[in-house]
């Protein structure tokens, strides 16, 4: 008894010593870090935030007890950064101010500008905004053959992070992606902002692939490419309250194109709004080439307005004719659901399933489908292939009533 006594009251002169040591901002080295006010960091646009900040991280990183990097209000440059745990304690990096990339594309040896890497318990919040200055890169050629555009910086690349959280922060003009997801579990994206020109070309909103757990909600893209696309391996996903427009919608995939790709496995899509957009909600595979699966995806109370292909399965996805397009998707679709989506279409092919006629989609479910063309071209249709939905509620176009015409589905 006086062994355990002694053992629980030393524990506890300890836990009382290193509360005091992380309040007083001592050995624990936690407590609020302002890269400013302690590394020297300057405001001035110019300045390179780099070395204040990755020292910063390294004291927050170190600390035993939970840590804060503040980056206050201001315009900061950065030239690149990746911010790396795992950390001691939980971390979190507040971003009041602007902080800019360099404009030119040739800079950056790796197509990042700044990442979070394997860090546990980590929040990024504080209302600031992350300047991917694309509008050079933007303007260069090549994009289509593709080669160019993936070298090219994406501005925040979060990987193989653990319980997650990003609020109140504005991606704008990332010269590629805004945002990489990889390889994270449990990671939640809240009031997040993307904004990029409507014709900037490769700058999906948020990209998530091989991740578990990741929640997107109340979020407002405006981007060049997809607002929130799903690459294999993506488990466990909700995105809810997203607001998109310019953009290419809200995809999953294209799946099927590379080796060993893991499956796609519990989407839900709900409650978000779609404007001016080339897709609404739409999954994608390409013809032929390799195996894969989707399943358990859920599109639910969607609106869209003057879109081009409000509601999309496309497993016949060739863009730059890089496929054969005579071959059949090996990529499984199952339990898809749209659910509760209405608007306009502006284009007439309002509804177009089209599945693997060697696969065919299994237990694909349409209900409550209420969709009018916005321009003059005619009624809204609606088109299936390989596929029986199961169709309930109202149907506007009808459910596949409408022939398939003979070319294929446009690139992007
Ligand atoms: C998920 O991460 C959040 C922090 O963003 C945390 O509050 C929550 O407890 C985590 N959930 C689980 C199941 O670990
Ligand atoms: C639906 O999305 C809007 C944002 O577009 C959000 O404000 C609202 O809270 C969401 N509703 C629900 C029930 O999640
Ligand atoms: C949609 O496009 C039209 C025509 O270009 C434009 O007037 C309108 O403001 C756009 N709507 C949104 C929400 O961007
Ligand atoms: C609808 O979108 C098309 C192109 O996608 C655009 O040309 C047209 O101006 C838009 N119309 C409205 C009313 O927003
Ligand atoms: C499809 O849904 C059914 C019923 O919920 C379930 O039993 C089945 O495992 C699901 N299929 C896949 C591939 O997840």
Redesign the pocket.
């Known amino acids: 008894m006086a062994i355990q006594f002694n053992f629980v009251s030393s524990m506890l002169i300890l836990l009382l010593l290193s509360i005091s040591s992380a309040k007083g901002q001592g050995g624990g080295g936690g407590g609020v870090i302002d890269v400013v006010a302690k590394f020297g960091a300057k405001a001035d646009e110019k300045t390179d935030l780099s070395k204040p900040l990755l020292d910063a991280w390294k004291e927050a990183c170190a600390s035993t007890s939970p840590a804060t990097i503040v980056i206050p209000k201001g315009i900061y440059f950065l030239s690149t950064a990746t911010l790396d745990g795992p950390c001691k304690a939980p971390i979190e990096l507040q971003v009041e101010g602007t902080v800019k990339a360099p404009a030119d594309p040739g800079v950056f040896n790796e197509p990042k500008w700044i990442a979070f890497n394997r860090i546990e318990n980590f929040k990024l919040f504080g209302g600031g905004v992350f300047d991917g200055q694309g509008t050079t890169a933007y303007k260069r050629e090549g994009c289509e053959k593709h080669d160019y555009c993936d070298s090219l910086p994406i501005n925040l690349r979060f990987d193989f992070l653990t319980n997650t959280m990003v609020q109140g922060i504005t991606s704008k003009d990332s010269k590629q992606f805004h945002v990489n997801v990889l390889g994270c579990k449990n990671i939640t994206f809240e009031h997040f902002t993307v904004s990029a020109p409507g014709d900037s070309p490769n700058t999906d909103g948020i990209h998530i692939g091989r991740s578990d757990g990741v929640n997107v909600l109340n979020t407002e893209i405006k981007t060049g490419d997809d607002c929130v696309s799903i690459g294999d391996g993506s488990k466990n996903l909700v995105i809810n309250g997203v607001t998109c427009g310019p953009g290419h919608g809200i995809s999953i995939g294209s799946l099927g194109l590379f080796k060993n790709e893991e499956p796609v496995d519990g989407v839900i899509v709900k409650n978000c709004t779609l404007?001016?957009?080339?897709n609404g909600v739409r999954i994608k595979s390409w013809p032929g080439a390799e195996p894969g699966s989707c399943s358990n995806i859920h599109f639910e109370d969607i609106t869209v307005?003057?879109?081009?292909s409000p509601i999309i399965i496309d497993q016949k996805y060739c863009p730059w004719n890089k496929c054969k397009i005579n071959e059949e998707s090996k990529v499984k679709l199952s339990n898809i659901s749209f659910k509760n989506i209405h608007g306009t279409s502006?284009?007439p092919e309002a509804v177009k399933i089209i599945c693997s006629a060697t696969l065919s989609c299994e237990n694909v479910e349409l209900a409550d489908i209420e969709i009018t063309l916005?321009?003059p071209a005619g009624p809204a249709v609606s088109q299936c292939s390989n596929v029986k939905p199961k169709v309930s509620g109202k149907q506007n176009p009808v459910a596949c009533s409408a022939p398939i015409g003979a070319k294929p589905t446009p690139a992007a």
């Open positions: 404007t001016n957009t080339s307005t003057n879109v081009s502006a284009l916005s321009g």
